[in-house]
């Protein structure tokens, strides 16, 4: 698979220059590399937009879509051959045929202003490649671009990422400036606002944002860094739901509440429309208690659906003489709750070099649903800016993470069940630890590349297996 990597490479760098030269020209300003949600507006010198540029010059209406941006990420994955002594279902695998994958997504971003106050934005993407090992194995998977295949087969066709309406109700005359990104439309917006988020959307571009952990585009690959591991928060296979946000926004804090969809079986794709009994709530809290950069997050999930309970399928196993399923034990008006805390501190270089830590927890006596399985973790980690070896626009990642399962979870595993990541068919418990380095060298204006490693202590919380190495090289076209 490593001698296809050269043409998905090239064919990517032509199709994005040719978007660039027409949406842009030279002398455009190079966005934002990561999502700007209403926890990360920033200041940011004012800047003209050529797509603002294009539509007075075609005299459009004000409310035609720009174009926010667009990337095709590659990432090409080899892990050497480790401790197996058995298998499972869910095992991570290095023989034949699962021991390197590429992947690739592309992606196209757009926005509107549809009135004043209120904007619009729609992101079209297609996801290819499956992933080392076929996307299962650790509680902390590699590669934050796999598409697991969920309840059914997704295809690899385009599908719409994200469709939603967001509106800002000002409660100051005081404004900052928000710069061009993936779902930020440019221009002035008031630090004091209530904002309302409704459609389609993921819920973590919502909550448990870090600006040092939170892209697996640019940043950490592996799912322990890119959002809160044991946060299983609602959405499908894609990460993706429907449902509503509302931020309270003040300079110093902010407030926000959202409900979202969740599926009718773990790791599906269908949502259940009993939403007065399947949903997922989540409430944030953020805190900026100085000027130095400091950024709190609390974060509380309660989900609601038609969930399998661990203790539950034990039971049946042991009466039946049979392999525990909690797939089999799913039944509706189950519920699973947890907590988060979130730090980033900037240190140096305008906040470019900082440091990031995680903790979370969920009760685990009910099967996880949606993003990992993982029940109780901790991070931490620094990202550290080029510019003090004269590349300013490199980046530098180090991160290290401890995953867990709940008492309940462990046992189940251990008597040979299976969730929708992990299984061996027995287990030997110990923490699951991660550790992932990247370096990301910015080669041209639109072109990133991204060597990184991973190395891996017990998968899928089994002592009896690896550890493991993983190397990857990521490749970015953007604009």
């Known amino acids: 698979m490593l001698k296809t990597m050269p043409g998905y490479i090239v064919i990517s760098f032509f199709i994005t220059v040719l978007l660039c030269i027409y949406a842009f020209g030279e002398d455009t300003a190079t966005p934002a590399d990561k999502h700007q949600s209403e926890s990360t507006s920033t200041d940011v010198s004012s800047t003209t937009t050529p797509s603002v540029e294009i539509i007075d010059t075609l005299s459009l209406p004000g409310w035609f879509p720009q174009i926010l941006g667009g990337q095709i990420n590659a990432v090409y994955q080899t892990m050497p051959a480790f401790k197996n002594p058995y298998e499972g279902d869910n095992s991570l695998r290095s023989d034949t045929g699962y021991k390197q994958n590429i992947t690739h997504v592309y992606g196209l971003y757009l926005g509107s202003y549809i009135m004043s106050g209120l904007q619009g934005y729609l992101d079209v993407e297609m996801a290819r490649g499956k992933g080392i090992g076929q996307g299962v194995g650790l509680g902390g998977y590699v590669n934050g671009d796999v598409i697991r295949t969920g309840s059914v087969d997704l295809g690899q066709e385009p599908y719409v990422a994200r469709m939603f ?107 259940d429309t009993q939403i007065g009994k399947a949903r997922g709530d989540n409430l944030e809290f953020t805190l900026k208690p100085n000027d130095k950069g400091t950024v709190v997050r609390l974060l509380t999930f309660y989900n609601q659906g038609r969930m399998g309970n661990y ?155 690896g550890p493991v190495e993983v190397y990857s090289l990521r490749v970015r076209l953007y604009f």
């Open 165 to 271: 309406l967001r509106y800002l109700i000002p409660l100051s005359s005081e404004t900052l400036k928000a710069e061009r990104g993936i779902d930020q439309l440019p221009g002035d917006e008031p630090d004091k606002r209530l904002e309302i988020r409704v459609g389609k959307f993921s819920t973590a571009d919502v909550f448990d944002q870090n600006r040092y952990a939170n892209n697996t585009r640019v940043q950490f690959m592996d799912y322990a860094f890119i959002t809160n591991p044991s946060y299983d928060y609602a959405g499908d296979t894609r990460g993706y739901s429907y449902g509503f946000a509302v931020s309270y926004v003040q300079p110093s804090w902010q407030l926000t509440y959202g409900s979202m969809m969740v599926c009718t079986v773990a790791n599906g794709n269908i949502f």
């Open 311 to 465: 203790a539950s399928a034990l039971n049946t196993a042991y009466t039946t003489l049979s392999t525990p399923s909690v797939k089999l034990d799913e039944r509706p008006g189950r519920n699973k709750y947890g907590f988060g805390v979130n730090f980033e501190q900037p240190l140096a270089d305008d906040g470019e070099t900082g440091f990031f830590a995680r903790i979370g927890w969920n009760d685990g006596h009910n099967e996880d649903f949606s993003y990992t399985e993982v029940d109780r973790d901790v991070s931490v980690g620094v990202q550290i800016s080029g510019v003090h070896w004269t590349r300013a626009e490199d980046r530098l990642g180090m991160a290290f993470a401890l995953n867990g399962i709940s008492e309940i979870h462990k046992q189940y595993i251990s008597a040979g069940g299976y969730g929708f990541l992990i299984g061996d068919g027995r287990l030997n418990y110990r923490l699951e630890q991660i550790l992932e380095t990247y370096y990301r060298i910015q080669i041209l204006k639109y072109v990133q590349i991204n060597p990184a490693f991973q190395f891996i202590r017990n998968p899928g919380y089994n002592q009896d297996r």
